[in-house]
């Protein structure tokens, strides 16, 4: 199974990206999906996951700006920032939890958001 996360670039203060993470191989079925964040010197956190149903969960620091939701039928998920600002520059990296014959985690290689005027 692989994840190929895609979308990220350069971006003003107040503008918006789209991220998208399509997963690929023997899958069965995936339940949840979602996204965490490095930025340069920290550790990673929690931005958002969705789970197969379609319920949401967001980190505090991005509820009210980021929406993240799935395609089931291209097995993709994906994350749509708006209202960007300067700290959410970082790597974002997929994840889902997917069923080949075993219940995983796999993730996405990272895709650079960087937001800077």
């Known amino acids: 199974v692989q994840l190929q996360a895609s979308g990220g670039g350069l971006v003003q203060p107040g503008g918006s990206l789209r991220l998208s993470c399509a997963a690929s191989g023997s899958i069965f079925s995936i339940y949840d999906m979602g996204w965490y964040r490095q930025a340069p010197g920290k550790q990673r956190e929690y931005v958002a996951a969705?789970?197969?149903?379609?319920?949401?969960n967001y980190a505090v620091a991005v509820t009210g700006r980021f929406t993240i939701s799935r395609d089931n039928t291209k097995n993709t998920v994906y994350l749509q920032m708006n209202s960007l600002k300067p700290e959410d520059t970082a790597v974002y990296y997929c994840?889902?939890?997917?069923?080949?014959?075993?219940?995983?985690?796999?993730w996405g290689q990272g895709t650079l958001v960087t937001v800077s005027s």
């Open positions: 994840y889902a939890v997917v069923d080949d014959f075993r219940v995983r985690y796999f």
């Open positions: 969705i789970t197969s149903g379609g319920s949401t």
